[in-house]
């Protein structure tokens, strides 16, 4: 099978931590990626970064991501960038440094190519300074790591073309970003300016010996911290505030800005002395794990939390769960089931088509049992809007509800195999659907899980059991019939324990 056509070619200049994740996020979305940096060791520090995100990326997604884009290390900055449609400028944070690379990344890429810097300080309009094409040069500061954090500033300034800036902003969520667009331009943007005055104090508390390195992290990981990850600084404030919203909390706690807690204006001195004395600490610290050690725990803590906020459709999980439904409109996995129209009544209907997620796989690397359940709760819904009951049909007042579900496991299944399920119509009349789905292993057709399910048909507002309205009740009856020429499934009616 040939490799689907790439998303686009994006070009890394500098692939250190920041560029390396920016390789991942394209590559895993379905770019080419072409990195150059003189580190003789490039390639092996890339394909740390992005092994590691192979691993944590489509652990987020609940839809299939595209095919992996091509990596290329390339031999020079003019070959990476020939033939790139997007060019990200990660190298250190040196003007005169990023003004050099921004020149010669404009005497070689294509005309229509976007130039974006990872800068995580510099104004826009000091990268756009002396360019040929200040135009398409602009800010898209990441968070690191940037395989998985969603979050993107992007901060176009007064030199940069507006229509590169829509073009910026949408190929970043198109590469399951959060674009958050900084309009007038400010050293550090919005993010480091926030997170400068929190490092600034916590210099001070370790500089005065009044916390460790470790005991600052303790007080965010178990405070504040976890109140900011999924509501951030103003809202969790109002919150403080009670009933009476954040003008109570301003009045409250607003004097106590102007008594000496912080040293925000200020900064200790970083002499040598201070600077051992943080490693030392944060050496200490970290002493149970490598560097590559840490970043894996890091990627499995965010996965978690991110997945919890999926779950609630709540600040970056809704970012996720809105790629997600990007992503599916793409594969068409959602919903992939027979038509009514054309549904094959003559044999056990094919209802939905799907792969094995990498979010599926438990630490057997097989499909978790919970996720059997979810394809078949799937194929019932495919089941049922094929049968006409649609969401007006809900809105309506009645549905079908389960009663009783039995699964059966038959073979373990692994990441990537393609799923397909099938539903047997055992009776149905005016208030009851019986049904018995399959589950199969599309390359082998192998059977991996049989479920048995019963519905009722109930009116929603009463709770009480009514007759389908006359189009589901003759559709559903049709494919009954159909299916009574059927072989019954020998499993059928099986009980929890019973002999084979």
């Excluded at 590169?164 to 919005?190: C, F, Q, Y």
């Excluded at 925000?264 to 002395?273: G, I």
Aim: with cysteine; hydrophobic share 45%; proline share 5%.
């Amino acid at each position: 099978m040939t490799r689907p056509p790439p998303a686009g070619s994006v070009a890394i200049i500098g692939g250190g931590v920041i560029g390396g994740g920016w390789a991942a996020r394209f590559l895993l979305h379905g770019w080419d990626a072409a990195v150059f940096d003189p580190n003789p060791g490039i390639r092996d520090q890339v394909q740390g970064i992005l092994d590691n995100a192979r691993v944590a990326l489509p652990a987020l997604a609940d839809a299939p991501m595209p095919p992996e884009g091509k990596l290329t290390v390339a031999a020079s900055l003019a070959d990476a960038v020939a033939a790139a449609d997007w060019v990200q400028e990660s190298v250190p944070e040196d003007l005169a440094a990023k003004r050099r690379v921004i020149a010669e990344i404009e005497a070689h890429a294509p005309a229509q190519a976007i130039l974006a810097s990872s800068t995580s300080g510099f104004k826009p309009s000091e990268l756009q300074a002396g360019a040929r094409h200040p135009g398409r040069v602009l800010v898209a500061h990441p968070f690191n790591p940037v395989y998985l954090l969603p979050a993107v500033e992007i901060v176009p300034g007064s030199g940069c073309d507006p229509d590169n800036a829509v073009r910026a902003v949408r190929t970043l969520a198109a590469a399951g970003m959060k674009p958050l667009v900084v309009h007038s331009e400010i050293d550090a943007h919005v993010a480091d300016r926030l997170m400068e005055a929190l490092w600034r104090e916590a210099l001070w508390l370790v500089n005065d010996d009044i916390a460790t390195t470790g005991e600052i992290d303790e007080v965010m990981q178990n405070g504040f911290g976890l109140r900011w990850a999924q509501m951030g600084l103003f809202e969790t404030f109002r919150l403080a505030g009670g009933e009476q919203g954040m003008a109570h909390f301003m009045r409250q706690f607003g004097p106590a800005l102007s008594w000496p807690w912080t040293k925000l204006t200020d900064v200790p001195e970083l002499n040598e002395a201070l600077v051992q004395k943080i490693a030392a600490q944060s050496d200490a610290q970290s002493s149970r794990y490598t560097f590559r050690e840490l970043e894996r725990i890091r990627d499995r803590n965010l996965v978690g939390i991110l997945r919890a906020l999926k779950d609630r459709d709540w600040g970056a999980g809704a970012v996720l769960n809105a790629h997600d439904r990007e992503l599916a409109r793409r594969c068409s996995m959602i919903g992939k089931h027979a038509a009514r129209d054309d549904a094959d009544l003559s044999r056990p209907l094919i209802l939905l088509s799907c792969p094995v997620l990498p979010a599926w796989i438990d630490y057997n690397g097989h499909m978790t049992d919970f996720r059997y359940a979810e394809v078949f709760s799937r194929a019932s819904d495919a089941l049922l809007r094929l049968i006409g009951m649609d969401a007006d049909y809900v809105a309506a007042g009645s549905s079908y509800y389960t009663v009783e579900t039995h699964i059966n496991f038959h073979a373990e299944v692994g990441v990537h195999a393609e799923l397909h399920a099938t539903a047997q119509v055992l009776m149905a009349d005016a208030r009851r659907l019986h049904v018995y789905f399959e589950l199969y292993a599309t390359a082998d057709n192998r059977l991996l899980a049989s479920s048995e399910s019963m519905y009722l048909h109930v009116d929603r507002e009463s709770g009480r059991v009514c007759e389908a309205g006359a189009g589901l009740a003759r559709e559903v009856r049709k494919i009954a019939r159909a299916h009574a020429r059927l072989p019954r499934p020998a499993a059928a009616g099986r009980y929890v324990g019973q002999r084979d």
